[in-house]
């Protein structure tokens, strides 16, 4: 090849890369989400999980979730947040209750790096339903319908992942519609 097909080739391939990237690791709340940032890096920047933000610093895990993991974190949005009896947040926020709150959190966190093909895998190899153990202590039930990943909590409710496999220098984020929430 010439020169000036080299360098045409390598552009294109330059412009395939970034389409590639681009294509592997959606926006999350109007914020693209980098690959070689923390899970605590790039949540910070979607609008659809300031309340997460919010939850994670008041229970002082911010450091935790920046450390090298892997961790899969089922993320809950602020409408999912929005969705707990009127109070509930709020409540949880205060000092007092921060041992309660980070249960919560933790129940989110799974000491491991889960794409979405994994887990679905785990759930057919288990005929439909795969036990998750968070770090929080929590035992949650990972389910597939119609190639929608769901989790079902302590309580029997069931969470939707809404965006799977957003790629993270530390594990991944799955997004999810509903707060998870570890048995009575």
Not at 92 to 101: A, I, Y
Request: glycine content about 8%; aromatic content about 4%; proline content about 4%.
């Amino acid at each position: 090849m010439n020169r000036k097909a080299n360098i045409l080739a390598a552009g294109a391939l330059a412009l395939a890369a970034t389409a590639a990237f681009a294509a592997e690791n959606p926006m999350v709340g109007g914020a693209p989400m980098y690959a070689e940032k923390s899970i605590v890096e790039n949540a910070v920047n979607s609008k659809d999980h300031t309340t997460l933000v919010a939850a994670v610093q008041a229970a002082g895990l911010v450091e935790t979730l920046q450390g090298a993991g892997p961790f899969t974190v089922f993320a809950p949005t602020n409408d999912a947040f929005a969705a707990l009896p009127e109070g509930t947040v709020e409540t949880l926020l205060k000092p007092e209750n921060k041992d309660q709150l980070t249960k919560i959190l933790t129940c989110h966190v799974v000491a491991a790096d889960a794409m979405s093909d994994a887990i679905k895998k785990m759930v057919m190899d288990d005929g439909g339903a795969h036990p998750v153990k968070t770090v929080g202590g929590c035992e949650f039930t990972a389910m597939e319908k119609d190639g929608v990943i769901m989790i079902k909590d302590g309580q029997g409710n069931v969470a939707n992942v809404t965006i799977a496999d957003v790629d993270q220098s530390n594990g991944v984020i799955h997004v999810i519609d509903k707060v998870l929430l570890p048995a009575s």
